[in-house]
């Protein structure tokens, strides 16, 4: 009878091999579901954002104050803007002390306010039709799209939104691309460019914030 269940090394690695096979396929599967979770809910964090634009753009047109206030939940709820605050201030950020990053996170945060108050104007009265969503590594995802606005100059603009899971496992969006023309490159260009400009002092960027934020609200 034990020879009915006796097994012989070659048979013990086709089993052993049949059974990982087998945790590495579900294993996949599990990563394929989590994967097309994360892409619906990307392009669902989009849709949601241009929706909550067009209402704050609403709000702002006969309430200024209110849309401003709108506008800064929106980034909170949409955005991460301490990572945008790092990327945009790279590679100068490595160097800087922990009090000139959080001084520069606070400056930037109010900055990134006036930002998006210029460039959410461009999403006023249009659609935003998602072309195509993909994954980038473990963490990034693509959001590629195209505004709608027919007999507007803006129509057929492309736009894409880059998003990134945070450490709480939350989709933020970290960049805007408005016809190719990403945010986070176009201000990393002129920080870093300010920065040169004053012999590499980190601490001369956030004085060149301090005034833009005092001249803005004038």
């Known amino acids: 009878?034990?020879?009915?269940?006796?097994?012989?090394?070659?048979?013990?690695?086709?089993?052993?091999?049949?059974?990982?096979?087998?945790?590495?396929?579900?294993?996949?599967?599990s990563f394929a579901n989590n994967n097309s979770s994360f892409i619906k809910e990307a392009e669902n964090h989009v849709e949601m954002?241009?929706?909550?634009?067009?209402?704050?753009?609403?709000?702002?047109?006969?309430n200024p104050e209110k849309g401003r206030?709108?506008?800064?939940?929106?980034?909170?709820?949409?955005?991460d803007s301490e990572l945008i605050a790092k990327f945009s201030s790279m590679p100068a950020w490595r160097k800087a002390s922990d009090k000139e990053q959080e001084q520069f996170v606070e400056l930037f945060e109010k900055y990134l306010?006036?930002?998006?108050?210029?460039?959410?104007?461009?999403?006023?009265?249009?659609?935003?039709?998602?072309?195509?969503?993909?994954?980038?590594?473990?963490k990034?995802?693509?959001?590629?799209?195209?505004?709608?606005?027919?007999?507007?100059?803006?129509?057929?603009?492309?736009?894409?939104?880059?998003?990134?899971?945070?450490?709480?496992r939350n989709l933020k969006i970290i960049d805007i691309e408005i016809a190719k023309i990403s945010m986070i490159v176009a201000q990393n260009d002129e920080f870093t460019a300010i920065i040169r400009q004053n012999k590499g002092k980190f601490s001369s960027l956030i004085d060149v914030l301090k005034k833009e934020l005092e001249q803005n609200s004038l």
């Open 1 to 29: 009878m034990l020879s009915l269940f006796k097994i012989n090394k070659k048979n013990f690695r086709i089993i052993i091999l049949f059974v990982i096979s087998i945790c590495l396929f579900n294993k996949s599967l």
């Open 49 to 62: 954002m241009m929706i909550d634009i067009q209402f704050l753009l609403e709000v702002g047109k006969n």
């Open 69 to 79: 206030t709108l506008l800064s939940e929106l980034l909170i709820k949409y955005f």
């Open 113 to 138: 306010i006036d930002l998006a108050a210029n460039r959410f104007n461009e999403f006023k009265n249009v659609d935003y039709i998602i072309s195509k969503t993909e994954q980038r590594g473990k």
């Open 140 to 168: 990034m995802f693509l959001v590629d799209g195209l505004i709608k606005a027919p007999g507007n100059k803006r129509n057929n603009t492309p736009v894409g939104w880059r998003l990134t899971l945070n450490k709480d």
